[in-house]
């Protein structure tokens, strides 16, 4: 059985910091992202990491913020997240590409005060 399971989430103040994790069972996958979303809104792509190469990429709104990695010993994704801005608050989700069909986790919340 595959399973993306997400924690790390939690409330913060504005520039302050949380680590987000995504382990994964049952499925190696040869990338995966991270999305969010926020209440209102449509998900969004925030960050996106190759297995095999480490390979990242970045939404604009948190380039140079967010750092994405991953842990091939572990199976655990990664999201550091620093100098967060309340217009981070959402849920965010890992997601598992690689098989017929993307996976996805539950998320966690992630929520900044000003």
């Known amino acids: 059985q595959v399973q993306l399971v997400e924690s790390g989430g939690g409330l913060v103040q504005a520039g302050g910091s949380l680590r987000l994790s995504c382990t994964t069972s049952?499925?190696?996958?040869?990338?995966m992202n991270w999305y969010r979303q926020a209440p209102g809104k449509e998900r969004e792509f925030v960050a996106a990491i190759t297995w095999s190469g480490g390979s990242t990429n970045y939404a604009d709104s948190v380039k140079g913020r967010f750092t994405i990695s991953r842990d091939d010993v572990k199976n655990t994704l990664y999201l550091q997240m620093n100098n967060l801005k309340p217009e981070d608050t959402a849920i965010y989700y890992c997601?598992?590409?690689?098989?017929?069909?993307?996976?996805w986790g539950q998320g966690t919340q992630v929520t900044v005060s000003s």
């Open positions: 997601k598992g590409l690689g098989s017929t069909l993307p996976y």
């Open positions: 049952g499925f190696t996958f040869s990338a």
